[in-house]
């Protein structure tokens, strides 16, 4: 589609500069969906609800003839848990999402709010139900899912007011989000996974075991994944400014990144063994180049039958 | 083992060993702070910590090994055995390389001829085998010394070819020379040559003069030289007086003469008048000396002056008296020699002095009561002495005014002020005459009767106050006579020599009582004991006062047939001024000033050094006159300048050197101790034994060890490098 903004939506520090987050989701998740021919999200029960009128984004083959038969009006058929897919996104403000880095404009927590707005707008616009979570040393704000359209600018608003904070267990946020979230529904986490990596995964596996659907975008800057500094330095860890560690990046820049390394891979498999969803995010790409990176993956998912 | 330093000042290299802890404590007060997420990757246990911060440790100190490692091979530590001794660092040792200063005395007495050869040519004959006997790596410096110290080779060279070539041109001997002068030089060359040991040899013949044993300070001055030096060498002190072997005679068979000084009678020469030139002989032995000695003029034989001189008594001294006129005004060279025998040292056996012939000397007569008669004014007799009517060129050019017309614009261009009864002087005028005899200009002044007792106030200049007058002109009755006994100075004495001196007839009716001031002398007094002529210099010129005026009516003196004489002797005298130095010493600048000529700008003349060499030398203007300044005054002898005018004249200077030079005296054994106190100054005549001397003097030999500390360096350099690529290969950065 035409679209003037087009160029604001293509760079995710539009985003902080211009505070408007709304705006932004349009536009990344319409260029996205104008190239897709369905939203790969959807529920999974069969058990028939209501008909609805057919809007973009439905398939073809849940249109009701029988109905248009009688009408001349497109209906599809909605299913119990279609109509009521409820999606949680638990938004990470702890400390250390607020690293920026020099590669990138935006620091982690602004990139992955870009992008839980244009999964909420996607979503919202779907006529599924969204809701937010956030925390930092335990949790902020809790906003339950809804798919109404005004919902949507709730939750920008939500997000925009975000602040990142101190130190985060993520796993104990989650456990306490499992015990929390009664229904069912879609758990979409935004976090760089800075902890402990098996008590990452249990707690994950503790999501999953309510029979939830899980998705983890691990959001990381560049620097992190390449740990690319030479001169010595005084790291200060952002999540508790009092502790600074003098360290020499040449001597252990070994070390670190076989370390990063291996909690990426174990936060991974545990992720992808437990039959969930992980994808990493990299501050430097755009909302839109993951979104359709994603979503395209997610669609790839479907079509071969392997439903999450 | 000893152990030592040859290089201390590079030990302060060693502060470089703190580079590399320097550098780390800057860079990490200059650490940059970063916020940072993923701490949990970046805590280290503490093994691991203290395994990185031991690698870290380890390559610091490679890094700081190799700094101190360089410092200190460029500090050059040496060691040597046991058995050569603890304690300061010799100059000489055996097997070590060595820098070796050579001084070869230059004065004239080693060019004094025993048999067929002079201590000179042995000098250069034994260096120049010793400088081939030398090891490779062995240096040489040569210096000559003379008055002032000459270097041939400076800085020391290894070049053997260019050795031997310094050494063939070492110049004649001639005039003195200052052995003290050239140990201090040598001691300077020494402080910046590089070899372990160190050696100045004196090739002398060993003349005590050269030596000068009675200035202790300057000796005790060169001990403390040497014990600054970072390494202090050996003194060698090598007598070459007398020829080695058999063959020739040892000792001198013929009295060595010499005409040591040449005096003038006069220090104003003009054209016609006699002139006194004496010469002083004098006899070094052995044996007495009877020599024939003439005066040349330009270097041409004075037709006549041949006279013999003798016998003089081995050390004794005679003196001969030439009487010359010279006829043309300009530059001449006096020079007094010996007829050529059988001399051991000719060089001394002639002695110059350049005289200047003014053409006119330029005289200003102030008459204080001019007479409308002949012969009637104060100054009439004076200038008809000075300046008779009819000589076409008078030895004085006398110009005569009033004392009204006396102003400081008639007395420019005068040498000689003469104030005859003047009654008194502005204190402008005695302000004048003041700045115009300081300058060189003469002034005589004959009170008479109407001179006032202060007639000059208190000028600094007055030779003696006036007092008061005694006998009265009018009466013409004699109160006193000249008294020739009296007579002092080569002015008016030679006036008063003889039987009857013509000045004792001369008659004073009346003369003025004279109190001489401080500095003044009285050169000759009346038969009453009152001063009659007080003298006194000041500044370049002098002021005579005579106690009596110059015309008929105070007395017969302008009668008597020695006024003439006594008043030219007088203004000569005073035109001369005190200034007039004869020569200068080896060293000082010459300057010959040609006044009254002018040449274009940056005009250069020739000027002939004593050497036998000319050279071009660039002219000053300064007014109406050309000056000549020549600073390079090391040989002494007679500097002849050619004038640009009048063609083919020429102006002299003489750099005159030490006297006694002459006197061949060897030095002491007792006075030869009394040098070697307190430092290693060996004296030996026998200079075959050197080598040898100074492989005894050196002890065992000393090894440097700089070698092994630059490859120890050098190491230090690999493992630094080996240690940085395998931190950076295991930490993921190569």
Redesign the interface.
């Known amino acids: 589609m035409a679209n003037p903004d087009a160029s604001l939506a293509n760079a995710p520090d539009a985003l902080a500069r211009y505070g408007r987050l709304e705006l932004l989701a349009r536009l990344v998740v319409e260029g996205v969906m104008s190239g897709l021919h369905k939203s790969p999200f959807k529920g999974f029960s069969v058990e028939f609800a209501e008909h609805r009128q057919y809007g973009p984004g439905d398939e073809i083959r849940h249109i009701d003839w029988r109905a248009y038969g009688k009408s001349d009006r497109y209906f599809v058929k909605e299913y119990e848990e279609e109509t009521n897919l409820k999606a949680y996104i638990v938004l990470d403000a702890s400390?250390?999402?607020?690293?920026a880095g020099t590669k990138a404009a935006v620091s982690?927590l602004d990139h992955a709010r870009g992008l839980a707005a244009a999964l909420s707008y996607l979503m919202i616009s779907q006529r599924d139900a969204v809701g937010l979570v956030t925390f930092d040393t335990e949790i902020r704000t809790m906003i339950p899912p809804k798919s109404a359209p005004g919902h949507f600018s709730l939750l920008c608003k939500a997000m925009e007011e975000t602040a990142v904070g101190g130190e985060t267990p993520l796993s104990t946020v989650l456990h306490s989000l499992a015990d929390r979230i009664k229904r069912r529904g879609l758990v979409i986490v935004m976090s760089?996974g800075?902890d402990k990596a098996d008590d990452l995964v249990n707690a994950l596996r503790h999501l999953r075991h309510r029979r939830h659907e899980v998705l983890f975008f691990q959001t990381v800057?560049p620097e992190?994944e390449e740990f690319p500094?030479?001169?010595?330095?005084?790291?200060?860890?952002?999540?508790r400014p009092d502790?600074?560690?003098?360290?020499?990046p040449?001597?252990?820049?070994?070390?670190?990144?076989e370390?990063?390394n291996e909690?990426r891979r174990v936060l991974r498999e545990g992720i992808i063994a437990m039959n969930a969803d992980y994808h990493k995010v990299s501050t430097a790409e755009t909302h839109e180049r993951i979104l359709l990176d994603y979503l395209a993956a997610r669609s790839a998912r479907g079509r071969s039958g392997a439903r999450g | 083992m000893t152990w030592g330093i040859l290089n201390v000042a590079m030990l302060a290299g060693l502060a470089g060993i703190s580079l590399p802890v320097v550098i780390h404590l800057l860079?990490?007060r200059r650490?940059?702070?970063?916020?940072?997420?993923?701490?949990?990757?970046?805590?280290?246990g503490p093994w691991?910590r203290r395994r990185?911060n031991l690698?870290?440790i380890l390559l610091m100190l490679a890094r700081m090994a190799m700094l101190g490692l360089v410092a200190l091979a460029l500090s050059r530590p040496f060691w040597k055995p046991k058995d050569a001794g603890a304690g300061a660092i010799s100059g000489s040792e055996a097997g070590a390389r060595r820098d070796v200063v050579l001084i070869v005395d230059g004065s004239a007495s080693m060019g004094r001829r025993i048999g067929e050869s002079t201590p000179r040519d042995r000098a250069i004959a034994w260096a120049k085998t010793y400088v081939n006997g030398l090891k490779p790596g062995d240096s040489v410096a040569v210096l000559v010394a003379k008055d002032s110290v000459k270097a041939l080779v400076d800085p020391p060279s290894f070049d053997r070819v260019k050795l031997e070539a310094a050494l063939a041109k070492v110049p004649a001997a001639r005039g003195s020379s200052d052995l003290s002068a050239a140990v201090g030089e040598a001691f300077r060359i020494l402080e910046k040559s590089g070899n372990p040991s160190r050696d100045v040899i004196l090739l002398t013949d060993n003349q005590r003069v050269a030596w000068r044993p009675g200035e202790p300070a300057r000796w005790a001055l060169l001990r403390d030289l040497r014990a600054r030096l970072p390494i202090a060498p050996r003194l060698w002190a090598l007598d070459f007086s007398k020829p080695q072997g058999p063959a020739g005679p040892t000792v001198e068979t013929a009295p060595n003469g010499s005409v040591t000084s040449l005096e003038l009678s006069r220090g104003m020469v003009v054209p016609g008048l006699p002139l006194n030139v004496t010469a002083t002989v004098s006899n070094a032995g052995p044996g007495p000396l009877t020599r024939p000695i003439e005066l040349l003029i330009d270097g041409q034989t004075a037709p006549g002056t041949g006279q013999v001189v003798g016998p003089i008594p081995p050390g004794g001294q005679s003196s001969v008296t030439f009487r010359v006129t010279l006829d043309e005004p300009g530059g001449h060279l006096l020079t007094a020699r010996l007829a050529p025998a059988d001399d051991p040292m000719p060089s001394d056996d002639e002695a110059s002095r350049p005289v200047d012939v003014a053409a006119a000397l330029p005289a200003l007569l102030v008459d204080g009561e001019p007479g409308l008669e002949p012969l009637s004014g104060e100054t009439d007799f004076l200038r008809a002495a000075l300046a008779p009517t009819g000589d076409d060129s008078p030895q004085v050019k006398a110009t005569v005014v009033s004392a009204k017309g006396f102003t400081s614009e008639s007395i420019k261009g005068q040498k000689v002020v003469v104030l005859a009864n003047v009654d008194q002087l502005t204190p402008e005028m005695a302000s004048t005459l003041d700045a115009f005899v300081s300058s060189g200009g003469g002034l005589l002044i004959a009170p008479g009767d109407r001179t006032e007792a202060k007639f000059a106030g208190e000028a600094a200049w007055l030779p003696a106050t006036l007092g008061a007058t005694k006998g009265d002109p009018a009466k013409r009755q004699t109160v006193a006579h000249p008294a020739p006994r009296t007579f002092t100075g080569p002015v008016v004495g030679p006036l008063g020599q003889g039987d009857t001196p013509a000045l004792v007839e001369a008659d004073f009716f009346s003369y003025h009582m004279l109190s001489p001031r401080d500095k003044a002398s009285v050169i000759a007094r009346l038969d009453t004991g009152d001063p009659w002529i007080v003298e006194r210099p000041h500044g370049r010129g002098r002021v005579v006062m005579i106690a009596s005026a110059l015309d008929a009516e105070a007395g017969t003196l302008p009668v008597n047939p020695d006024f003439v004489p006594l008043m030219h002797e007088l203004i000569l005298h005073l035109g001369a001024g005190t200034s007039a130095s004869p020569s200068v010493r080896p060293g000082e600048p010459i300057t010959f000033d040609l006044a009254g000529v002018k040449v274009p700008a940056e005009t250069t003349l020739s000027l002939l050094i004593p050497d036998g060499t000319t050279i071009r030398v660039p002219t000053i203007q300064s007014g109406e006159s050309t000056r000549v300044k020549h600073a390079d005054t090391s040989e002494p002898g007679v500097y002849r300048l050619t004038r640009p005018n009048p063609p083919g004249g020429f102006a002299y200077a003489l750099v005159s050197s030490d006297p006694r030079e002459g006197d061949p005296t060897p030095l002491e054994p007792a006075e030869a101790a009394k040098l070697s106190e307190g430092w290693p100054l060996a004296f030996e005549s026998d200079p075959a034994k050197l080598p040898t001397l100074i492989a005894k003097g050196g002890g065992s030999p000393r090894h440097e060890v700089w070698r092994g500390l630059i490859f120890a360096a050098l190491g230090g350099l690999c493992l630094e490098v080996w240690m940085t690529r395998r931190?950076?290969r295991?930490?993921?950065?190569a």
């Open positions: 400390g250390s999402m607020g690293y982690k760089d800075f800057a992190e500094f030479h001169r010595p330095a005084k790291f200060r860890n952002l999540e502790n600074t560690v003098r360290i020499n040449a001597a252990l820049r070994a070390t670190y990144l370390r990063f909690h | 860079s990490r650490d940059p702070v970063l916020d940072w997420g993923a701490m949990q990757f970046l805590e280290m691991s990185v690698a870290d931190m950076a295991t930490r993921g950065l």
